[in-house]
């Protein structure tokens, strides 16, 4: 058995985690600066980038930690996926709303 059996998959996903975070966080600040109204659906966009980011510096956090289960690494590494996905999806999603409003409904 290896000493890290994640040791394969943790460059990637810290890389791929570092980058997406990046983009979303100047999104946000971005977001912030321009949408000074309080209606729903910016409140809804704030929503989804907000927990996207939340979930992507929990997996980041989970994929550098190194006290994990060794007999269970295949769960950890799923769950760690896991919300690595989700908050892709939800921040490309706010994403994807805020274009929607852009266009549809400024």
């Known amino acids: 058995m290896e000493k890290d059996q994640l040791f394969n998959y943790r460059q990637p996903l810290v890389t ?4 997406i975070l990046g983009f979303v966080l100047n999104f946000a600040t971005e977001l912030v600066k321009r949408d000074k109204r309080n209606d729903a659906m910016a409140l809804l966009i704030l929503l989804f980038t907000l927990t996207g980011i939340v979930l992507l510096i929990v997996s980041l956090y989970r994929i550098l930690n190194h006290h994990y289960d060794r ?3 295949r769960c ?3 769950k760690t996926l896991n ?11 706010g994403g994807l709303l805020k274009m929607v409003q852009t266009l549809f409904l400024s």
Do not use: H, N, Q, T
């Open 71 to 73: 007999e269970a690494v």
């Open 16 to 19: 791929a985690a570092g980058i």
């Open 76 to 78: 950890y590494y799923k």
């Open 83 to 93: 919300f690595f996905l989700w908050g892709v999806i939800l921040s490309f999603s």
